[in-house]
């Protein structure tokens, strides 16, 4: 694959996935050289930037790296799956990024957790960036452009926008999983301009697991098993998305919530 698959893409891309079928084969044909379907978690923050904190001090980066290392023993063998960050260590937003589309992913998924000023406050949600949410960055401070056969492109802060439909159908499947292991009241999901996904060349969701400021989800997030089964689920998610002709569904069928506030926000 060139460079120009990390800078600009046409449009026509965005019309190639409309139909079910189509977006089932897209899906079933990626893949890396080795054959194996390409899978990049991000465990969530890192080194000094602890992320949110409990109120027994759980941090944020310890939750998602062991959830992030738990997801790669489930998958590995089935498919190549790479961490952003091996270790306890700061990595800037756009280096996580950078890790999957260097990696050439096929898809990507940030692990997160929240935190409130609202005790209260709890549960889980799934974002994804759609396509009107990832213009107006600062970044580039450019939009679209023309290419010289009159296609048009979209600038690296743009991409996500080519991913969107199937980011949904990612997150949708992820969704699934979650809801039939754990209290369907408290999933839902979400469009986000997430900073995290927004350079992502590829399918890209954030799963913000939950309230580590709620001391009964603190609690939950420091056990184990509940740590094992968080990645179970969303293991099977992602099996659901390289499955051909499996879990393919409606546009209509997606479940979502327009309102993106949450607790802590630092990843917007």
């Known amino acids: 694959m060139s460079m120009k698959r990390f800078l600009f893409l046409p449009v026509v891309l965005l019309f190639a996935l409309f139909g079910n079928e189509a977006l089932c084969r897209e899906i079933s044909s990626a893949g890396g050289s080795t ?27 310890t939750v998602t790296f062991a959830l992030a290392q738990k997801i790669k023993e489930i998958l590995s063998g089935t ?16 280096k996580r990024t950078a890790v999957a ?15 409130s000023f609202q005790h209260k406050a709890r549960g889980m949600a799934i974002f994804y960036c759609g396509p009107d949410t ?4 600062t970044h580039t401070g450019q939009g679209e452009q023309m290419a010289e056969h ?4 979209h600038p690296w ?32 999901i979400r469009e986000a301009p997430c900073l995290v996904l927004r350079g992502a060349d590829m399918p890209a969701i954030l799963v913000e697991l939950a309230y580590l400021s709620h001391p009964a989800e603190e609690k939950e997030l420091a056990d184990p098993g509940v740590i094992s089964n968080l990645a179970a689920a969303i293991g099977e998610g992602i099996s659901d998305f390289f499955t051909q002709g499996r ?3 409606k546009k209509e069928g997606v479940i979502m919530e327009e309102d993106i506030t949450t607790g802590r926000g630092a990843v917007w």
């Open 101 to 115: 589309n260097h990696r050439r992913a096929d898809i990507f998924i940030s692990l997160h957790a929240a935190a």
């Open 150 to 153: 009159g296609e048009k492109l």
């Open 134 to 137: 990832t213009h107006g960055s």
């Open 35 to 61: 054959g194996q379907k390409v899978v990049v978690l991000d465990p969530g923050h890192g080194g000094r930037d602890l992320g949110a904190e409990g109120t027994s001090g759980l941090a944020e980066k």
């Open 157 to 188: 802060d743009h991409i996500q926008s080519v991913h969107s439909e199937k980011s949904q159908f990612l997150a949708n499947l992820v969704h699934r999983q979650l809801v039939a292991k754990f209290n369907p009241l408290h999933k839902r």
């Open 247 to 249: 879990g393919c569904i």
């Open 79 to 94: 498919y190549d799956v790479h961490l952003t960050r091996n270790g306890d260590y700061t990595l800037e937003i756009e």
